[in-house]
Each structure stands twice: as structure tokens, then as C-alpha cells.
């Protein structure tokens, strides 16, 4: 059975850095492309970031570019979303997805296949 699990979530202030890790099993997932969303109170799901199979191509929201960074360790079969220079809008539940045997980013929710539960992150001011 294919699950992908969020963990590293927390409440912190604002200008502090959380690193969130997402760990895969039930299939080898380094090919495949892995991604990571939010959804806040209220709001829809959103885009944060996305990675390709080999790491060799990210893609971000405008909303976290530069304070946000995805990473895979393929060998561990886990991608982690390190979030520096936090800020009370980020508060949400942080979701990761994988898109299987893909080349590529991308933004659109309804392109992955498989979604981890979330986990839950409070930036207070």
C-alpha cells in the first residue's frame, strides 16, 4: 500500500524556520515527481513547491520563493520542505504529493496522484 507520511510540523513565531520531511512507502518513488501543497482556515489548497524525479528542477509559489526550499533524498525515499522566514500567512495544513513516473513540475493538484494526510503548521505573530 502506497502512503506518504508528513511529520516536522509545529507552532513557532514568526521568523523562525521549520523543516518539514514527508517519508514514502509501499513503492520506490525516485521517479516520480513530489510536491508539496497547503491548505489554510477557511482557504483552498494551494501550490507551495514542486521536484522532479532527480532534484535537478524545482518550482515554487511566488508566495515562498526564496524563504522556501524542497529537497529528496531518493535514496531515503523522502522529500522535505525546509521553511525559513516564517510568517503568520503560512499558517496551514501542509500537504505532500507525489506524481508517478513523471518528468517535470508541476502546479495543478489534480496532476498527482498520491497525497500524504498533513501536517499542521501555526506561525503566531
Known amino acids: 500500500q502506497v502512503q506518504l507520511v508528513e511529520s516536522g510540523g509545529g507552532l513557532v513565531q514568526a521568523g523562525s524556520s521549520l523543516r518539514l520531511s514527508c517519508a514514502a512507502s509501499g513503492r520506490t518513488f525516485s521517479s516520480d515527481t513530489m510536491g508539496w501543497f497547503r491548505q489554510a482556515p477557511g482557504k483552498e489548497r494551494e501550490f507551495v513547491a514542486a521536484?522532479?524525479?532527480?532534484?535537478?528542477?524545482?518550482y515554487y509559489a511566488d508566495s515562498v520563493k526564496g524563504r522556501f526550499t524542497i529537497s529528496r533524498d531518493n535514496a531515503k525515499n523522502t522529500v522535505y520542505l525546509q521553511m525559513n522566514s516564517l510568517k503568520p500567512e503560512d499558517t496551514a495544513v501542509y500537504f505532500c504529493?507525489?506524481?508517478?513516473?513523471?518528468?517535470?513540475?508541476?502546479?495543478?493538484?489534480?496532476?498527482?496522484?498520491?497525497w500524504g494526510q498533513g501536517t499542521l503548521v501555526t506561525v503566531s505573530s
Open positions: 504529493a507525489a506524481k508517478l513516473r513523471s518528468t517535470g513540475v508541476y502546479v495543478q493538484m489534480t496532476a498527482y496522484n498520491y
Open positions: 521536484i522532479s524525479w532527480s532534484g535537478g528542477s524545482t
